[in-house]
């Protein structure tokens, strides 16, 4: 027990015996160590700390970069979708296309093996003959052109043959191209109907266009006489002075209402030089402001006067134009006189026309029926059987008062 309580002093002495030598020079390297120690526990805490929050930072910024992936993601899912609905239907439609629909060879083809094995039906023998001779027609048309010297237009098209309510025989559609002096291209003439009108005696061909229309320089005008406001209509009337109609009857014969190239013959029944002389006689007491002279007649078949030439004088003899007709007849009807010239035309001065639908009627208001129906002329009589008229005096009377 002692010993004990012997040992308390010493052990309290050692301790300030302890305490006084750090308290010696080394205490303030101590000191600093410990202060060292101590400023890199603080330096380390707050490196921590920085560490914490970069990456707390970067945690954010990862965060909304995820959710705006995840937004992109989804719109982009939505458009797949979208674009797969897109495709689905793209392909139905496709699908519902017949293949003949996108290539129309393939029909033609299926078509050609489905009938591969149909003997097919014998063509019309008039339809191919129709169409033979409409291709005869046009080349023999061309050929015209070329010999008789027409530059200014050229035949494109011309159509099928046929022929009218009449009984006229046309070809169409035509289709002609027209030139200038210079050989230069104007327009072209289009035209439902072609039909020709020839004059021997005048030699004189004119080629009829009807229902059609001009067009030059991108300007659209229907031929004459046609509706107003019609984009087509008319009658265009192209005229070839001194030109033989016969060449071009011989190889159209069906476009010709009548045929030129028919012989003159006479029937020998009439005396040409009496005939003509009685036939001046009559038109001399006809005369009304002005008389007509026959000139020329190659001779009578029945009641038709072949290649006649007649002058029209004025009041004073002068010479007003001359007429030249391939026929002509005389009519006494309930009208009075008049002689019908066809297939011909009227000469006045340098200038030819041709007649106007191949005809021309010269109508004789003073003339006595009497003197024209006493059978010393050819005639044709189209008076009703039953006129009660016999006074040939009464009747000239009467019809020079309705022609006065």
Request: a negative charge; charged letters at 30%.
């Amino acid at each position: 027990m002692k010993s004990a309580l012997w040992l308390v002093p010493v052990a309290a002495g050692a301790f300030w015996l302890g305490r006084g030598l750090s308290s010696g020079p080394n205490s303030a390297a101590s000191d600093a160590t410990v202060a060292a120690a101590e400023a890199s526990e603080a330096g380390a805490d707050d490196a921590s700390a920085d560490a914490h929050a970069d990456c707390r930072t970067e945690n954010d910024a990862l965060r909304q970069r995820v959710l705006r992936l995840e937004a992109q993601l989804a719109d982009l899912q939505v458009e797949s979708v979208a674009r797969e609905e897109e495709w689905l239907a793209y392909n139905r439609m496709i699908s519902s296309i017949a293949p003949e629909d996108v290539f129309p060879e393939l029909a033609v083809k299926r078509a050609q093996e489905e009938m591969a094995d149909v003997e097919p039906p014998p063509p019309d023998p008039a339809r191919v003959a129709l169409e033979e001779r409409s291709a005869a027609m046009k080349r023999s048309l061309v050929a015209l052109f070329r010999a008789d010297g027409i530059d200014r237009y050229d035949v494109l098209e011309l159509g099928l043959l046929s022929v009218d309510e009449s009984g006229q025989g046309f070809i169409g559609p035509v289709l002609l191209r027209s030139f200038d002096d210079r050989g230069r291209a104007l327009g072209t003439l289009t035209a439902a109907r072609l039909r020709l009108e020839g004059s021997r005696a005048g030699r004189t061909l004119t080629l009829v266009l009807e229902d059609g229309y001009t067009r030059q320089f991108g300007e659209r005008t229907p031929f004459p006489g046609a509706d107003e406001g019609a984009e087509r209509g008319g009658v265009f009337r192209m005229l070839l002075p001194h030109t033989d109609p016969r060449p071009w009857a011989d190889a159209l014969p069906e476009l010709f209402q009548e045929d030129p190239t028919v012989e003159i013959t006479d029937d020998g029944r009439w005396n040409l030089l009496i005939l003509r002389r009685d036939l001046n006689a009559r038109l001399d007491r006809a005369a009304l402001g002005g008389r007509y002279v026959l000139k020329d007649c190659a001779g009578v078949v029945g009641d038709v006067w072949n290649d006649v030439a007649l002058d029209e004088l004025g009041e004073n003899g002068e010479l007003r134009r001359r007429l030249f007709a391939d026929r002509m007849r005389v009519f006494v009807d309930e009208s009075g006189v008049r002689m019908e010239l066809r297939e011909g035309v009227a000469v006045r001065g340098a200038q030819k026309l041709p007649f106007l639908d191949g005809r021309m009627r010269i109508y004789l208001p003073r003339a006595p029926v009497d003197e024209w129906t006493d059978g010393s002329l050819p005639i044709v009589d189209a008076r009703p059987a039953d006129d009660p008229v016999t006074d040939g005096a009464s009747a000239s009377d009467a019809r020079t008062g309705e022609g006065a």
